[in-house]
């Protein structure tokens, strides 16, 4: 066997053990969220570290990272083992320039964080939270500062969560969307329909078993197969892989009576791009998404352009109204399923005001990152901005500051790929609808099939071969456009409101 | 800090962690029976062998074995860390034993083997297995070699379940107590009520949704807290401990409408044993139990001497009576639930004729140790000594030889533990009577919390601090009787027929 063969094979069978100890620690994950008993807890967070542990140290073996090394410099490495060759070494070099013992620091400052930001919503009290945000900011700066990506300190965390997205890219795009957000906004809240809509059909009894069939049938029409995937509930909604051919999602029945099945319908389409990644690349880095946001792109496409849509309720609409009695006919449920109507929470926000809450939490980050604001000082800062964005009074902490856990997770950077996702879905629609011009018939019967084909054609069978950008331009013929996003939202709701 | 106590705490800190890899692990298996999509097996699979093969490499380190042996030699380890350590040093040194190359074939084999006996029994054809058994057989043999404990060649197999178990003091006692129980059943069959014996009260509707509710209810009476423990629904139902405060427990409705009650009680037993293990050895060997005899005595306990006893039928029968609208009384009832009669499923047997399949089982394990009997002529054997012990005709493979999966795991050695384990319960409940004269008192008010505190105190509280024996000694005044049994069963049993 020659040298490069068999330093390939040690690459894989890393990756291989790395993703399969990966699954397990997912399992644990889920476990804990849906089934664990309350007091295992803690035993169940020591498995955790433990196996991260374990997956840290293959991931930064010197064995691994100089195998990467001999075989990016090997002539005879091509197509796909090239490309993953030069991901993993990308991947490698960067979690190696941040030491060992900062890793664990960082966990150890994460798990406090999260128990006190718990607390913390529990008592309405950022204060309790405040100290431990206070040191995870200061660590993330650092670790941006271990990464050192060029231009914007924040670069360096971004691009964790969306490979090549920088502040400099971002942020004129952002600012434009913002505008044209509020611009639009300002339509719907000052045309009449506005000023008078109110919840009838939607404030009757949704029975909760009903809900779970609904969101069992949506996920199946979808393309979610039983004997791949499962939904489960837990407190909030996720989708998580713990292994191939093992994807769980979960829902949650809360007021809002679609809250269940439109998140079910956001989760199955994180399923299915995950359950549709290639199979050849299963256990390697190229059987992944290229970034959260084009994960992120496929949830909200579902959730969204395909499940609050016209066409969509035309097949849903019926069931609904025998099943759960609605005294009312299609064009009432439909503006009601689509009100616009500010919310203080991000994720039971509409499609309008959705961007508007992640600009909030972009800016935020982009202040704290830069020094230009401080900890203490955040839910003021949080208040005044919803105030001015979405035009809430914020009464609490609990609603207001304190309603996401990713800042406990020390994840900063990560807001933004729920926008970039939300202006990717919305491309590609577009993109879906040139390619067939009556995919809108097909929805209204309730065949899903040709949408599922399509993306998987041109999202979900590339993996992480091609970059988000390259994907994003193959399918829809040009890279990143807010605008789409916003001639998109126009068409939807200047036609229910104005 | 001295020598001892670095070494004291690697041999600590490496228990630890192959204790959380083997939680992490179990919870792959329970997930693998309980909520599993069909199609991820084989992924699960490959994780779960990748955690049985870090596990393998850190039991079998030299730097873990080097340790135990140096501690052995300090005098200043005393007390409970010179127990661990002797219990380990003997642990290590067994598996130490057994090349690594032999253990992965005997791994890749076992997995075969319990596809095919899935296969075989399926198509009720045992030819499917037969060759995967004989292999199977012949390395056990091996295996037992690499032992070589003294005496007959099982008793190196035996050994892993019951530790300090041998054939030549067990089978003695079994041939006798094959003699009582046949003498005790010729009784029970030639009295009349058991020629007019039949089914009336178990053979109505029993409602699955309140079976369920019954199998909460009694698990919580008994002692399983709800935030320590779970109960789900499986194939064949079990017991897994998945972390510290954290055991799953998992039942079956089957045809027996008493089936789900009972395995519910039974598996309860384990979990009880399981959650009250001493909390200091958590992470250590002692905090296990001795033996597997010794952890079947707590299921059987709770299973048969509390959950077939009148007292608690005074208790439960009421509430059966009404949920599941029963037409007759207590009497009919109660002998309902302990009818004698024969089985050709050993977890369906009553506790008359439940230890005949254990010895059936054990001597056929014993003729293929010795190679008496022959893989190919297993269904003869298997069929023959029905007849001759149970008395009845076995029509097909799946009925009879192939019922259970424990050979096809290659688990050799372990059903002798199931007659243990019912004998030590019936000398258990003798000596709890002896204390409590008037425990039964409390069964029948439905107060559990007298027996549960008994075998806390004699026997979970002592993990793996003492051996079986010991325990046994302690709690009943004498080590292994099965006189003690014979005579609970003719007190019991000759009052409902003779």
Redesign the interface.
């Known amino acids: 066997m020659k040298e490069e063969d068999n330093l390939l094979s040690l690459v894989k069978e890393q990756q291989k053990?790395i993703i399969?100890?990966s699954?397990?620690d997912s399992?644990?994950s889920w476990?804990q969220e849906t089934?664990?008993?309350?007091?295992?807890i803690?035993?169940?967070s020591?498995?955790m570290s433990?196996?991260s542990s374990?997956i840290h140290k293959k991931l930064t073996s010197n064995e691994l990272f100089n195998a990467v090394k001999k075989l990016r410099n090997n002539q005879n490495i091509k197509g796909d083992d090239k490309i993953m060759i030069e991901r993993l070494y990308k991947d490698l070099l960067k979690s190696r320039k941040i030491p060992n013992d900062f890793v664990r620091e960082l966990s150890k400052e994460q798990s406090l964080a999260v128990k006190a930001w718990k607390e913390a919503k529990e008592k309405s009290n950022f204060k309790i939270f405040q100290p431990h945000l206070e040191k995870l900011v200061k660590l993330k700066i650092k670790e941006a500062n271990y990464i050192k990506l060029p231009g914007h300190i924040y670069n360096s965390l971004l691009d964790s969560y969306e490979e090549g997205m920088t502040v400099e890219k971002l942020t004129p795009k952002l600012e434009k969307l913002k505008v044209d957000l509020l611009e639009l906004l300002n339509k719907i809240k000052s045309s009449e329909k506005y000023k008078t809509q109110n919840l009838r059909l939607m404030s009757g009894n949704f029975n909760h078993q009903i809900q779970k069939e609904f969101c069992d049938d949506v996920s199946l029409k979808i393309g979610l197969?039983?004997?791949?995937?499962?939904i489960?509930f837990s407190e909030h909604p996720f989708t998580t892989k713990?292994?191939?051919?093992?994807v769980r999602i979960t829902t949650n029945i809360r007021k809002k009576p679609l809250f269940s099945f439109g998140s079910t319908i956001h989760e199955s389409g994180h399923a299915l791009y995950e359950l549709n990644m290639p199979e050849n690349h299963?256990y390697d880095i190229l059987g992944n998404a290229p970034s959260l946001g084009i994960h992120e792109s496929q949830s909200r496409f579902w959730e969204n352009m395909i499940g609050l849509n016209e066409p969509f309720w035309r097949y849903y609409f019926p069931k609904f109204k025998d099943n759960f009695k609605i005294n009312g006919g299609f064009e009432e449920w439909y503006k009601e399923v689509n009100f616009v109507s500010p919310s203080k929470i991000r994720i039971e926000s509409d499609e309008v005001h959705y961007c508007l809450h992640i600009i909030l939490r972009f800016e935020i980050e982009l202040g704290l990152m830069e020094g230009k604001i401080k900890v203490a000082d955040l839910p003021k800062v949080w208040n005044q901005k919803m105030k001015e964005l979405i035009g809430v009074e914020i009464k609490n902490d609990s609603e207001g500051v304190l309603q996401d856990i990713h800042w406990g997770w020390g994840n900063f950077g990560y807001f933004p790929t729920y926008a970039l996702g939300t202006i990717y879905a919305a491309q590609l629609y577009e993109s879906l609808k040139e390619k067939f011009p009556k995919i809108e018939q097909d929805i209204e019967s309730g065949d899903f099939s040709k949408v599922r084909l399509w993306l998987n054609e041109n999202i979900h069978k590339h993996g992480r071969k091609i970059s988000t950008e390259e994907i994003i331009k193959r399918a829809c013929g040009e890279g990143l456009n807010p605008e789409k996003y916003i001639s998109y939202l126009k068409e939807k709701y200047l036609k229910i409101y104005v």
Chains 1, 2 share one sequence.
């Open positions: 053990e399969l100890l699954y397990s399992l644990l476990d089934y664990m008993p309350e007091k295992a803690e035993s169940k020591e498995q433990l196996l374990i197969e039983k004997d791949r995937a499962r489960d713990t292994g191939f051919n093992d299963k």
